[in-house]
């Protein structure tokens, strides 16, 4: 069985940061891709960043050059550093990975269940 579980999530005031961190746990042979996803009431769920292995990124324009996302394979974790946060970036941040799972040869995708990120004006 493979877990993810986030942590990290708070309040913060617009302009503040916070980091979020989210490990993998469990029979898990490899991890393809990680990454953060946010959903807030009413939205439908987007990604705000994404990265392979090899180290490919992607973010979307909203939160291109104030989010940063990193990972340690050695640890199995993924990190999202959040800085100047603005109140629209308040959601429910939910950790991705596409993974393949030990004694196995098929990948397959996990989410975590969810941390709660609060940004106040």
């Known amino acids: 069985q493979v877990q993810l579980v986030e942590s990290g999530g708070g309040l913060v005031q617009a302009g503040g940061s916070l980091r979020l961190s989210c490990t993998a746990s469990?029979?898990?042979?490899?991890?393809?891709?990680m990454g953060w996803y946010r959903q807030a009431p009413g939205k439908q769920r987007e990604s705000v960043a994404v990265t392979t292995r090899g180290g490919r990124t992607n973010y979307p324009d909203s939160v291109k050059g104030r989010f940063t996302i990193s990972r340690d394979n050695a640890k199995n974790t993924v990190y999202l550093q959040m800085n100047s946060l603005k109140p629209e970036d308040a959601a429910v941040y939910y950790c991705y990975a596409n993974l393949r799972i030990l004694t196995r040869f098929i990948d397959g995708d996990y989410w975590g269940q969810g941390t709660q990120v609060t940004v106040s004006s």
């Open positions: 469990g029979s898990l042979f490899s991890i393809n891709t």
